[in-house]
């Protein structure tokens, strides 16, 4: 098994899929698409876990990748992210980039996520230029930094995290979570995906809260959980290599779906992003 961290930063790393060359040319692929090309198509490797399947997060740290890549003047503004099949980790992922309209300000892309034969999800993104203005926010207070005895060992976070509370946890509590996060240092460009990879791990395990004697780690024998649908806003420039707080509020379980949303802030209470998720929830007869 791979070193976690290092296994992610390859994943983000996507490559323009190169062209099949041609007679006439020589036997040379293609030059990269120019500005104005509707069409991009990305290849993106897999992260390594144990059981075999995509894990959603990764899938939408790559369409920020895919998006940014077939559109760098702007930055993304927000992410709407449809799960359609199940990806496994054992072959590529390919991202097709339809530009939709690019202006000075905004842009808008559809993307498509291929694995083999299959659509496995599909993405509507929205871009834009940082624009100066007045500001205002409205958020509750913001908690102080829980102390490293608060270590939480999150599998699929391969970087600092604590909270105060555990969803794997059978005891019943409230749909609320709160957990703090920081990451090694990383390029400037990639802060956004690790942000959005790391709004799916969550928000499930938030909506389980108020059941008793259903905690997380039920998954695969109490229940059976995926992600439907996941949407991320990112509201300014975000550093993850500094402690982020990543507050869960899950309002509702039912017809074997749950919802939660949830607003990212830095340690100094700015408010960042903010996400929202629909989960597939179905419990096993006891």
Not at 18 to 30: C, K
Request: hydrophobic share 35%; aromatic share 6%; glycine share 8%.
């Amino acid at each position: 098994m791979p070193d976690m961290w290092s296994d992610l930063l390859t994943c983000f790393d996507l490559r323009l899929r190169p062209t099949t060359p041609s007679a006439q040319d020589g036997g040379r692929p293609e030059p990269p698409p120019s500005r104005r090309s509707t069409l991009t198509v990305f290849e993106a490797p897999c992260q390594q876990i144990e059981h075999h399947r995509l894990f959603g997060g990764q899938l939408l740290g790559q369409f920020v990748r895919a998006a940014t890549r077939a559109c760098p003047s702007k930055v993304v503004k927000s992410l709407h992210v449809l799960f359609a099949n199940e990806g496994k980790s054992d072959s590529p992922v390919y991202y097709i980039v339809q530009r939709q309209q690019e202006g000075r300000t905004y842009a808008s892309l559809t993307i498509t996520a291929r694995q083999k034969r299959d659509v496995i999800a599909t993405a509507m993104v929205s871009m834009h230029v940082g624009e100066e203005g007045r500001e205002h926010q409205t958020v509750d207070g913001i908690p102080a930094l829980p102390g490293p005895e608060h270590h939480r060992d999150i599998p699929l976070m391969p970087w600092e995290t604590r909270a105060t509370s555990d969803l794997d946890s059978p005891e019943v509590g409230p749909p609320d979570y709160e957990l703090w996060m920081r990451t090694p240092g990383v390029e400037d460009d990639l802060n956004p995906a690790i942000l959005a990879y790391a709004t799916d791990l969550s928000p499930i395990g938030t909506a389980l809260r108020p059941l008793d004697g259903i905690g997380q780690a039920g998954n695969g024998t109490d229940f059976t959980s995926a992600t439907i649908t996941h949407s991320v806003w990112f509201h300014r420039e975000v550093r993850v290599d500094d402690w982020l707080l990543l507050r869960h509020h899950s309002p509702l379980v039912a017809h074997g779906r749950c919802f939660g949303r949830g607003d990212i802030l830095t340690e100094d209470g700015t408010l960042v992003a903010s996400f929202a998720q629909e989960g597939l929830l179905r419990f096993r007869p006891s």
